[in-house]
């Protein structure tokens, strides 16, 4: 079985390729800086916002006397903004691949292209693919949301709410990154969202390899917005180690047209389209 390592792998040679292919880095930045900017503008006027929502949530505090009133509503406005904070980073990786959809799935089969043999296709309209990725990306946070509220409830164990926890939450955030990134080339393939979470599965330590070091580099945007394209290349390596193609995490040296990988023939158990 493959370790940590080679999982941690395939993120560097994504990096490398992406690096070695200049044209297709920037392509891959330009959803990741629509997101961001957006992001940071809704951010923005939420910290200016947040004071007044604090007040409007508060009515019956009008009357407190100095400091209980502006403690309560300063305490608050400092929960407002820090849940904005934390939903914006667990949504920025998915709303981002949702824009850059058409970028990262051109970007992806030129990886699979460089790599040799068929660039599997998926066949399906854009309006079906943006769909599917959507459909998708809640499905994985409405899972990321609950493991977060277990795992917040659990760091109110003594010792081990402040060392075990905080490991399984970088852990549990790494994976089900690692599940968004791959699911670029594997929906490609054919492949719905309950047969790539099965997949990820039979290869665990290889995917914490990937997705936890990216997912501890993706808690600062600007390091998100510039790593998402190898990101998205690494994963992509990664998909064809899944599907057993072969993999790109030894060294990384393919190039546009000249891979000699070798094409294993696919068989997904499912349609994208269910």
Not at 163 to 185: D, H, K, Q
Request: hydrophobic share 50%; net charge negative.
């Amino acid at each position: 079985m493959r370790d940590p390592g080679a999982g941690f792998g395939y993120l560097i040679n994504g990096q490398r390729w992406v690096a070695r292919h200049g044209r297709w880095f920037g392509i891959g930045l330009v959803p990741g800086l629509i997101t961001l900017v957006v992001y940071a503008g809704a951010l923005v006027g939420l910290g200016y916002g947040a004071d007044d929502l604090a007040a409007w949530a508060t009515p019956f505090a009008d009357d407190w006397s100095s400091p209980w009133l502006g403690l309560l509503r300063t305490t608050l406005t400092v929960l407002v903004f820090a849940f904005g904070l934390f939903l914006a980073v667990i949504t920025f990786t998915a709303v981002t691949l949702l824009v850059g959809q058409p970028f990262y799935e051109s970007l992806s089969e030129e990886v699979d292209r460089a790599e040799g043999g068929e660039v599997p296709e998926s066949g399906l309209p854009l309006w079906r693919e943006l769909w599917i990725s959507a459909r998708d990306s809640v499905r994985i946070l409405v899972r990321v949301a609950l493991y977060a509220v277990l795992l917040f409830a659990l760091g109110f164990v003594p010792v081990a709410g402040q060392t075990v926890v905080p490991l399984i939450g970088f852990c549990v955030t790494g994976y089900f990154l690692a599940e968004e990134l791959t699911a670029v080339a594997l929906q490609r393939r054919g492949m719905v969202l309950k047969d790539r979470l099965a997949l990820l599965r039979g290869r665990r330590l290889l995917i914490l390899g990937f997705g936890v070091p990216l997912g501890l580099a993706f808690l600062v945007p600007f390091v998100a917005v510039f790593l998402m394209p190898g990101a998205v290349a690494g994963a992509t390596l990664l998909a064809r180690e899944l599907v057993g193609q072969g993999g790109g995490a030894d060294d990384g040296t393919a190039d546009d047209g000249e891979g000699e990988g070798t094409t294993l023939p696919l068989s997904p158990p499912h349609t994208a389209g269910g």
